[in-house]
């Protein structure tokens, strides 16, 4: 069973931007500090931005700047806000908690001109 559902991907030409939703239960929403994250096939998981403990939000040197992670208590829902996207952006973006199993399958982000 899946702890989240993300959407919000497509495909989209340089510099063009898009909002990432994940949705979650209420249980994992309140419970736990939620990151998103990118993968591409046969690279490693990249973390793009986290929330943290003081309701810190940490994001990736390629992130900053450029990209936003926001929360919605009444909805259980998490964004990512994604401008200015380059190329390089191209990946399944996922939501997890961090240091444990919890995650969901991604939506798929392509950037292209």
């Known amino acids: 069973q899946d702890q989240f559902v993300e959407s919000g991907g497509g495909v989209v030409q340089p510099g063009g931007s898009l909002r990432l939703s994940c949705a979650a239960s209420?249980?994992?929403?309140?419970?736990?500090?939620i990151g998103w994250y990118r993968q591409v096939p046969g690279n490693e998981r990249e973390l793009v931005a986290t929330?943290?403990?003081?309701?810190?939000?940490v994001y990736a040197d390629s992130a900053k700047g450029r990209f936003a992670l926001t929360r919605d208590n009444s909805k259980n829902m998490l964004y990512l806000q994604m401008n200015d996207l380059r190329p390089e952006d191209t990946a399944v973006y996922y939501c997890?908690?961090?240091?444990?199993?919890?995650r969901g399958r991604g939506t798929q982000v392509t950037v292209s001109p």
């Open positions: 997890a908690v961090p240091g444990t199993p919890y």
């Open positions: 209420a249980t994992m929403f309140n419970q736990y500090y």
């Open positions: 929330e943290t403990t003081e309701q810190r939000i």
